[in-house]
């Protein structure tokens, strides 16, 4: 019993500190497409935006998702 109460707050501890990561990247991707001097930085910041958000927001994913497509195309940027 006590194992599994241990168990279960090392287990919320270590979603916290992924929660707290994964907002640190965000917090540095949304600073990045602010200051970034072109448009294939800015392409690359979206894309990673969208990856960071599929799980907890996947409709501001799939956002970020279409605003680097259509930055990609409106740039004539090749993919890879």
Known sequence: NQVSILF???WISCG???A?????IIDSL???????QS?????????RLSWEHKFANPIKAVEFGKQ??????KSSLKKG
């Open 8 to 10: 279960f707050f090392v």
């Open 16 to 18: 916290l500190v992924q």
């Open 20 to 24: 707290q990561n994964s907002q640190k």
């Open 30 to 36: 949304h600073n990045a497409l602010h200051n970034a």
């Open 39 to 47: 448009d294939s930085l800015k392409v690359l910041a979206l894309e």
């Open 68 to 73: 680097s497509v259509d930055l990609a195309k």
